[in-house]
């Protein structure tokens, strides 16, 4: 794959890797920021032209360098502080949405990674498990464990409104 191509496959992942960056992260700024310099990294990073590089693996190693920013004390990346404001309305008034993000956050941050990686990227344990550096198993396992807490806190309220 050419050094073209390839940035054509970055400019073709943006959008997943940003919507994967915002839900994990809570702020949208923060993490467009990282999704910019983790692109500028798998650009220069890149094989050269006389090794080819799948189309298919550029989303998961742009996912895999925004990984490692967040994992670091890099002080190239602005920092801005998840803040998640309280639910105004009643927490059966709460649209479902504001559920979803809540439940999110009541995952740890390896569950949350699994999660979106799967549900919102559609990717396989396997895959994530070499993004993540992961045994498949552990994949797996998170994965049931997030679908149930997610599910759990977006369901609690709806056996109070029939009571």
Excluded: W
Excluded at 7 to 26: Q, S
Excluded at 93 to 99: N, R
Aim: charged share 20%.
């Amino acid at each position: 794959m050419s050094m073209n191509n390839i940035k054509i496959g970055i400019v073709n992942a943006i959008p997943h890797a940003r919507r994967y960056g915002r839900a994990l992260t809570g702020d949208a700024n923060f993490s467009d920021s990282v999704l910019t310099i983790a692109s500028s990294n798998v650009i220069e990073r890149a094989p050269t032209s006389s090794v080819l590089l799948p189309e298919k693996m550029i989303l998961p190693l742009l996912l895999m360098e925004f990984h490692k920013l967040l994992d670091s004390d890099s002080e190239n990346i602005p920092s801005n502080p998840i803040v998640h404001a309280e639910p105004s309305a009643t927490p059966q008034d709460e649209p479902l949405y504001e559920k979803i993000d809540r439940a999110l956050h009541k995952l740890t941050e390896s569950q949350r990674r699994v999660f979106l990686l799967t549900t919102l990227e559609q990717l396989r344990p396997s895959v994530i498990a070499r993004m993540l550096s992961l045994p498949d198993t552990d994949v797996k396992q998170q994965f049931k464990q997030a679908h149930i807490i997610v599910n759990e806190y977006i369901n609690a309220n709806k056996f109070e409104q029939a009571a």
